[in-house]
């Protein structure tokens, strides 16, 4: 079974950027399609952005569409999550996911100061 393990998360201020990364090991790390999502206290987990297994496709909801940009790299069995123009409402947990198995990683915070 796959594992994840996510890095990179912090505090940052309204504006600036953060770039979270997730190791994958345990499976083919390319026949996975990948994602994050993200959970802030009292709220529900919330999708931010897939990618395809080969990286080709990409998807984002409206609210980081032009903001995040997710990427992966097969060849180290990673995926990356770059965000930019980051907002107080961006706060919260930030998890990896393996969308084929259903695995989570262990999530990393993400703290946007106003």
């Known amino acids: 079974q796959v594992q994840l393990v996510e890095s990179g998360g912090g505090l940052v201020q309204a504006g600036g950027s953060l770039s979270l990364a997730c190791a994958a090991s345990?499976?083919?790390?390319?026949?996975?399609?990948m994602a994050w999502f993200r959970q802030s206290p009292g709220q529900e987990r919330e999708f931010v952005a897939a990618?395809?297994?080969?990286?080709?496709?990409?998807f984002y909801p409206n609210s980081v569409k032009g903001r995040f940009t997710i990427s992966r790299d097969n060849a180290e069995n990673t995926v990356h999550l770059q965000m930019n123009s980051l907002k107080p409402e961006d706060t919260g947990v930030y998890y990896c996911?393996?969308?084929?198995?259903?695995?989570w990683g262990q999530g990393t915070q993400v703290t946007v100061s106003s």
């Open positions: 990618i395809s297994y080969s990286g080709s496709t990409t």
């Open positions: 996911r393996d969308l084929r198995n259903n695995v």
């Open positions: 345990g499976q083919t790390f390319s026949d996975l399609t």
